[in-house]
């Protein structure tokens, strides 16, 4: 949003700042400037002169010698060679010293260019005349300015003046960045209520008056709304006997300075009133509209229309229109149409000035392709009850200005009036929550400025309907501190409960594997969630298998990602075998990525998402480096109870002899074990491919950090080896697992220190020997107490069918 500065001290006559002082203000209570751009900054020194004679140059058929009366006793001379000068004519005149925008070939200079007093072919020349390019505008902006000449001023122009100020270049635009909750600021009325507020100073709008003849509007057009959600409200008037003109100097400026060129005083007083008070209007060729019916309702699918930028636009069932009893005359909110467009043949004219839905004129102008100052305004959400106010302020600018006749009346379609919203007053509750001291006095006094008004019968803020953004008590605070200043708030200390925030037990749990695995060695790999039904033949798995159960996706990129997954496998092995491929020769990878395991198909409900930790490699490392690694990231965690093997994994792309399903508290918790061949084969890699898969969930749901210390103890330990003769299909877990249950408390510790199968065993059976510690934690222990624990271990070993080994 921008404002003219001038503009604004206009609307608050009591404003006094320099530019700098106006900004910074503006942003500190809470209406932020971007940027302020002065129209005169590389303009110096430049009044309006009067050619009171022209002689022809002697050296030059070109240039022309001017006598230029400047308001002062003698005439300056000046050398031109301007096209369009003459005699008479009034001219805006840069004096010796003066600096310009631009230079003769219209282009804007940093810094402006400098003028002086010189000779043009011998010729003294005191000054330049200028073009309006070289004022820093253009002719888009002066319509009526030369394009290749000096800009001739009008014939009451008044001789002397400063011509900066009597062209409105004397100005600061000041840009505004405007959050789209307050819709009030995007309009001139807007910002000059908050700059008052800001500077409390009085702000004084404009008095608009209801004028018209004694006719009645109704007798000229008839108006329905079919839509009442798209069209909030809409308000129509008629003016007759339109005659066209330049609209007065005044309204000019205030339109070149929002960046609007001037075209007639119709149009003006449309654009102008947009600018004012932020509610776009458009008019209509009353003698267009058939039937003398304007009817609001939304478009049919591909129905074509031509706009008034002379495009045919595709519209569908979404697009508000304007219509009239045969046809479309508008693309509500965004651009009217090329068959009803104002001419300098129209007599009368249709005024509308309506409230359309936000959210469908965003949408519509998207889909359109075309974004205009009026759907820009629209789009935010306007108040419905502003559109009456504009409407009767560009209907007493017309009669001020004799644009036209305004017949009486206006139709005005408002089905459900929008009420603003009171607010508990609590300025205990806005003190605490800002930290301040603010009496409840001062507090009201801010928020009548922005016209906030308190009703001490009901305690209540009462809130107007352009005020869309306060609706709560932090919003009324956000009012109150704004304008006692931001910088003015103590420091304060917290009140004790702690707002720092931390991550997840979650989150902390997946940066401690995260450090684990990659201290082992590992590197994080990332894939893709969506997968192609081909690798489930490539990991082997049979037809009935769970993991084929997957979600399809509605609008895949392709086959090759049309499911989601439901095994990390894929994903790792694709990793490893672009490594392969590449020729790197040991690799390690990891991911945490989530399986999506649909609850029944077709799906009804959302999938269960699982986290999974994936872990392969190949080259250096075999599968007990795996399990180590796994055993490490479950020491890491906290996971101190005993991890169980189990070889019943059953998993179609592991090795049947080389795989185990990991078991924690009598849950599996994941698998590990050793790629199947023929499975690493179809991934193209030729060599050993280990894997391990552990649920984040479980892992999570055992995690510990709650450590127990226990003293050392002083006295000395006794050791024992066992070597025995195990049948074959015995797991050493199993031994263990005797150890463990027939040990008694003086069994500290056991370790397997050997595993043998050969000639000198029998078949069916392998040599295993392991290790035991035993200490006493308050004694020395003697022969006896040994004795009786391996006596209740040798015991639980036989009924395996486990033999000593001689």
Not at 312 to 335: H, P
Not at 472 to 478: G, N, R, W
Not at 503 to 532: D, L, N, P, R
């Amino acid at each position: 949003m921008n404002t003219s500065l001038n503009w604004i001290k206009d609307l608050v006559p009591d404003l006094e700042c320099t530019d700098q002082e106006y900004m910074d203000a503006m942003t500190l209570s809470g209406t932020k400037v971007e940027q302020g751009v002065r129209l005169d900054k590389d303009l110096e020194k430049i009044v309006i002169g009067k050619v009171e004679k022209i002689e022809q140059h002697p050296d030059a058929d070109k240039l022309v010698i001017c006598q230029v009366n400047i308001g002062e006793e003698e005439l300056i001379q000046i050398v031109t060679g301007a096209p369009n000068v003459f005699e008479g004519a009034k001219v805006p005149v840069v004096l010796d010293g003066g600096r310009v925008a631009g230079g003769h070939d219209g282009k804007l200079v940093d810094g402006g260019v400098k003028i002086k007093k010189g000779k043009l072919r011998g010729v003294e020349s005191f000054g330049m005349m200028c073009s309006i390019d070289e004022l820093g505008s253009t002719t888009e902006m002066f319509p009526n300015a030369a394009e290749n000449g000096l800009y001739i001023l009008p014939d009451d122009a008044p001789v002397g003046q400063s011509a900066i100020e009597y062209l409105g270049l004397d100005d600061l635009i000041v840009e505004y960045e405007v959050t789209s909750n307050r819709v009030d600021c995007f309009s001139v009325l807007g910002i000059a209520r908050e700059a008052a507020a800001t500077f409390d100073k009085k702000f004084v709008p404009p008095v608009i008056t209801e004028v018209g003849n004694d006719e009645d509007v109704n007798d000229y057009i008839k108006v329905k709304v079919e839509n009442n959600e798209l069209c909030k409200r809409y308000v129509a008037r008629v003016v007759k006997n339109v005659k066209f003109a330049p609209s007065p100097e005044w309204m000019q400026k205030r339109l070149r300075a929002q960046g609007i060129r001037p075209i007639n005083n119709l149009v003006d007083i449309t654009n102008y009133v947009m600018e004012e008070m932020g509610q776009p209007m458009h008019a209509y060729d009353l003698s267009t509209i058939a039937g003398r019916e304007i009817i609001v309702d939304t478009a049919k699918n591909g129905q074509e229309f031509i706009t008034l930028d002379g495009q045919t636009r595709v519209l569908d069932s979404n697009t508000l229109t304007i219509n009239d009893a045969q046809k479309q005359v508008g693309i509500a909110g965004i651009m009217g149409g090329e068959n009803s467009m104002i001419t300098e043949n129209v007599k009368d004219v249709l005024f509308e000035a309506a409230c359309f839905d936000g959210t469908n004129i965003r949408l519509s102008s998207k889909k359109l392709g075309m974004r205009t100052d009026a759907s820009s305004k629209f789009e935010k959400g306007l108040d419905p009850n502003l559109a009456l106010d504009a409407m009767n302020r560009a209907c007493q600018l017309i009669e001020e200005l004799g644009v036209g006749e305004v017949v009486g009346g206006a139709i005005d379609i408002y089905p459900v009036k929008r009420e603003g919203v009171n607010i508990p007053f609590e300025p205990e509750k806005y003190n605490k929550l800002l930290g301040t001291d603010i009496d409840k006095e001062t507090m009201i006094s801010y928020l009548e400025k922005i016209d906030l008004v308190y009703n001490s019968q009901t305690n209540e803020i009462e809130v107007p309907s352009w005020r869309q953004d306060l609706l709560c008590d932090a919003d009324i605070a956000e009012e109150v501190v704004r304008f006692y200043g931001y910088d003015k708030i103590p420091t304060t200390l917290p009140n004790g409960q702690s707002t720092v925030g931390k991550i997840s037990f979650k989150h902390h749990i997946e940066k401690i594997v995260k450090s684990t695995v990659e201290h082992c060695g590992f590197s994080q790999a990332m894939t893709y969630s969506f997968e192609s039904p081909k690798v489930y033949d490539k990991l082997l798995l049979d037809e009935n298998d769970e993991a084929r159960k997957a979600i399809k996706i509605a609008n895949p990129l392709g086959e090759d990602y049309s499911i989601m997954r439901t095994l990390s496998m894929n994903g790792m092995m694709t990793s490893l075998s672009t490594n392969f491929g590449r020729r790197n020769k040991d690799v390690r990878l990891y991911e945490l990525g989530n399986v999506y395991l649909p609850k029944q198909l077709p799906i009804t409900e959302l999938p269960d998402e699982k986290m999974k930790l994936t872990l392969g490699m190949y080259g250096e490392g075999d599968f007990f480096d795996m399990k180590g690694f796994v055993e490490e990231i479950f020491e890491a965690v906290g996971m101190r109870k005993k991890v169980e093997y189990s070889p019943e994994s059953n998993l179609n792309y592991l090795h049947p002899g080389r795989q185990a399903n990991i078991i924690y508290d009598g849950k599996v918790i994941g698998y590990l074990g050793e790629v199947h061949p023929v499975v690493a084969s179809n991934y193209a890699i030729k060599d050993r491919v280990y894997v391990a898969v552990l649920d984040m969930e479980l892992i999570t749901a055992n995690a510990s950090f709650d450590y127990k210390y226990k003293q050392i103890v002083n006295f000395p330990a006794s050791t024992r080896d066992l070597s025995m003769v195990v049948p074959r299909e015995i797991l050493v877990g199993d031994i263990e697992k005797v150890f463990d249950q027939r040990g008694g408390q003086y069994l500290e510790s056991y370790k397997l220190f050997d595993v043998y199968e050969g000639e000198q065993i029998k078949e069916g059976f392998k040599s295993v020997a392991y290790s035991l510690v035993f200490r006493g934690k308050e004694k020395n222990l003697e022969e006896n107490d040994i004795a009786k624990a391996m006596k209740k271990i040798l015991n639980g070993l036989e009924d395996l069918g486990i033999e000593l080994r001689a």
